[in-house]
């Protein structure tokens, strides 16, 4: 079955530590793109990927580093830079082109920092 | 400025009665494409239904429908036929093609009760 996996679904962390939230798909999309979601509100993009090896700063990217060294995989590192990391996180996929895409989510990671 | 606006932060509907969602957009990108997600309280998101800034006639998907005015800049999602499954976050999504890079911009999200 084709789709995005994230892992671990929850993350615990203790503050002044960083971690890194895990995002995979296998729809063949060349881009990709990670969100924070806080409770009761929308999404926010942190940062994104249109092709390997190449990504752009989202509105809310200080705090966070990205990689994309494979097409199918675009982990977040979430530094202890950022202020308020306690979040859900949705990391997405979609198709490229001239025409318009919907984007597929993962299933999301909620990581607590204490 | 705000490109998607969601007033209503919750909707309460009966079972097997219709409701709209309300979304108003902003762009001066010709081309852009509307969409719907809906978030159950697991945390997904799911894909409900798309509408292009070209297409002609307002989309529709099983009991999902987009009532697209172009001219007011509105996309509302109507559901018909409410089901108690259907309580949930709505989200409306904007992407454009020429501006922003084609990134999407999300509202603040619609919560959903549908009461039995």
């Known amino acids: 079955d084709g789709g995005i996996t994230q892992s671990p679904k929850y993350l615990f962390r203790k503050e002044g530590q960083n971690v890194t939230l895990s995002c995979e798909q296998n729809?063949?999309?060349?881009?990709m793109y990670w969100y924070r979601q806080d409770p009761g509100q929308g999404l926010r993009l942190i940062y994104y990927s249109q092709i390997v090896n190449d990504f752009q700063k989202g509105d809310i990217a200080e705090g966070y580093s990205v990689s994309r060294e494979k097409k199918e995989s675009f982990p977040l590192t979430v530094t202890s830079a950022q202020k308020n990391p306690t979040a859900f996180y949705l990391c997405?996929?979609?198709?490229?082109?001239?025409?318009?895409?919907?984007?597929?989510f993962g299933p999301g990671t909620r990581l607590t920092v204490t | 400025a705000q490109k998607i606006t969601q007033t209503q932060p919750g909707m309460f509907v009966q079972e097997k009665e219709a409701v709209t969602l309300d979304c108003t957009y902003d762009t001066s990108d010709p081309s852009y494409g509307l969409f719907w997600y809906k978030q159950p309280s697991s945390g997904e998101m799911i894909f409900l239904i798309y509408q292009g800034s070209y297409d002609q006639q307002n989309a529709t998907e099983g009991r999902y429908s987009l009532n697209f005015q172009k001219a007011r800049k509105s996309a509302n999602l109507v559901i018909s036929a409410s089901q108690l499954g259907d309580s949930a976050m709505y989200f409306c999504a904007m992407r454009e093609v020429n501006t922003n890079a084609g990134k999407s911009t999300f509202g603040d999200g619609t919560t959903l009760t549908v009461k039995p």
């Open positions: 729809l063949n999309h060349d881009a």
């Open positions: 997405a996929s979609s198709s490229t082109g001239t025409s318009i895409y919907e984007q597929y």
